[in-house]
């Protein structure tokens, strides 16, 4: 019983002095209290070196919990980690709502244009529901190529099972080429590296020795979009992923459609300088192909023979477009200006009509949105040009137009 | 002749053992107490004050727009005397930016005039003022609720 007794009380004593051992290894802790949640948390115990994500989500304001979840007050990595949203990546889809939601945040209503969860769960790029119909078409699987299913269900399709499909073909579509949806993980492969979610396009990726990047931006090159629509195509003949066998040296080439024709604004632009938020992101409805959401045309920025594009004057200092450039200050955007608009409505803010004389051709300046740099450029009216206003689909201007490559 | 020491001058097994389990125990206790008293007595942040007080009246002559780094206001001196204006975005709690016509949040890109009032959102609200009056030691105090 002595004995007993002894070792107990020896080992009381080591049990506690490694106790304070280890609480003395543990890292003096950093606390911020976020203005938003004004909770403590320790994050910056051991991420002081992380860089600001942007500057809209200052972490004096935001902190880090309220996007990424996790345990505010722990002070191990396990712990504080066990219970994060999403990895490094709170923007994934399955769990975006509850970490970039919220009315004042990202869910809030069309009406002050915070419903961008909303819009992109129902987006073509969220929910691939225009290839599932088209290959599920050409397969019989469906009599007509309206959009039935997506990657999950959302009001209006159901969730796509390739398990639940007769056809081998579709079973075939559903293992290898479901990789490009927002949900979707990348391919393996630098040229495929991207998030998921929001950050797809939102955050550069992942760099090739596996560091991340803490940034959020909407200043995004074309090669942001590159990682999904310029490294190959799915081949209906085999239903594969077949990647691009080429490497391009040059802008004008690093395209994936060999036989596609491109104008000089295609190649030396970025993607987001013509395609808007809605194309992109989606506007609330679901669409059965990308015809129907995609709709910027040459005629959007150059008008037609007997028309010149539709614009929008700035009037009132709570425009969207002034938020918008103030987000991305390429432009000094202010009340009186004048910028383009799409036939929706939609506010090209990185286009301005540049003030001229009245009744003068006007010229229209673009500050591209990735690097800043200002092109100006003349309507189709008044020039040349010999295009019947009634033929305006691209491949018309590309007659004329179309670089040679 | 005999080597073994006087009975008296040695400790004997049985002491020295009882001597280690009684400092075990009381080192085990005194880590532990030390370790609870560390426990109850830990504030992770402590809450900020209520009021603060800004000094002297005559550090803010009139005319004066004096930003205040601890309390996140501006404190300012004009013909109606003093006023205090929050500097924290209604928004979403940016720290906002004096500037020649007002204050702009750098966060969202909220506008405020000279006056606190609201240009353009996304805030929906003009800044908070707050409450600063003049103690009868002759110090501006700060309300900040």
Redesign the interface.
């Known amino acids: 019983m002595h004995r007993q007794f002894f070792f107990a009380s020896l080992l009381l004593f080591v049990a506690s002095g490694f106790v304070l051992w280890q609480q003395d290894r543990s890292p003096k802790p950093i606390g911020i209290t976020p203005t938003i949640t004004g909770q403590v948390e320790y994050c910056l115990t051991c991420h002081t070196d992380l860089p600001e994500i942007s500057q809209s989500h200052p972490v004096e304001t935001f902190g880090c919990v309220l996007c990424h979840g996790g345990e505010p007050m722990a002070l191990t990595a396990d712990l504080a980690h066990s219970t994060m949203r999403g990895g490094a990546n709170p923007s994934d889809l399955s769990v975006v709502e509850a970490s970039c939601g919220g009315e004042m945040c990202h869910s809030g209503t069309p009406q002050v244009n915070r419903d961008h969860i909303q819009r992109v769960t129902t987006s073509l790029q969220a929910t691939y529901a225009g290839a599932i119909a088209q290959v599920r078409y050409a397969f019989g699987a469906q009599p007509d190529l309206t959009a039935r299913m997506g990657i999950y269900a959302i009001d209006g399709l159901a969730a796509f099972d390739r398990t639940a499909e007769s056809s081998p073909a579709l079973q075939a579509f559903g293992s290898n080429c479901l990789s490009c949806h927002l949900s979707a993980q990348p391919l393996e492969g630098e040229a495929y590296n991207r998030w998921s979610g929001c950050s797809a396009c939102h955050s550069p990726a992942p760099r090739e020795d596996g560091t991340l990047v803490h940034r959020l931006t909407t200043s995004m090159p074309y090669t942001q979009c590159n990682a999904c629509h310029n490294r190959g195509n799915y081949s209906l003949s085999d239903l594969q992923f077949h990647s691009r066998g080429d490497t391009p040296t040059d802008r004008l080439h690093d395209y994936y459609q060999p036989i596609a024709e491109f104008t000089r604004c295609e190649w030396t632009l970025d993607c987001e300088d013509c395609h808007t938020r809605q194309e992109a992101m989606g506007d609330g409805h679901v669409y059965s192909s990308k015809k129907d959401i995609q709709y910027v045309r040459c005629r959007t920025c150059h008008g037609t023979l007997d028309s010149l594009p539709l614009t929008h004057t700035i009037t009132d200092v709570n425009d969207l477009s002034l938020r918008l450039a103030f987000l991305n200050p390429v432009v000094d955007l202010k009340v009186g200006d004048t910028i383009l608009m799409t036939d929706k409505g939609e506010l090209l803010w990185n286009i301005r009509v540049v003030p001229g004389e009245e009744g003068a051709t006007p010229t229209y300046e673009l500050f591209s949105k990735a690097k800043g740099e200002r092109y100006t450029f003349k309507p189709v009216m008044g020039s040349t040009c010999q295009q019947k206003p009634d033929q305006q689909e691209a491949h018309y201007c590309h007659e004329c137009h179309a670089t040679q490559r | 002749m005999n080597a073994m020491p006087p009975k008296g001058d040695i400790i004997s097994r049985r002491s020295f ?1 009882s001597w ?2 009684k ?3 009381a ?2 206790a005194l ?2 107490f ?2 609870l008293g560390r426990f109850i007595s830990f504030q ?2 402590k809450s900020p004050p209520s009021q603060y007080d800004l000094g002297l009246v005559t550090d803010y002559p009139v005319g004066s727009r004096k930003p205040d780094l601890t309390t996140q206001a501006v404190i300012i001196h004009d013909n109606q005397g003093y006023r205090a204006i929050s500097l ?1 975005c209604p ?5 906002v930016n004096m500037t020649s016509d007002g204050f702009a949040c ?4 909220s ?1 405020f005039l000279p006056d606190g009032s609201l ?4 805030a929906s609200r003009p800044l908070t003022t707050l409450r600063i009056e003049a103690n009868a030691q002759g110090h501006l105090i700060l309300y900040m609720h």
């Open positions: 053992l280690l389990v400092g075990s125990l080192g085990s880590i532990g030390g370790m992770s942040e924290v928004h979403l709690g940016c720290k750098p966060c969202h890109g506008r240009r353009n959102g996304p």
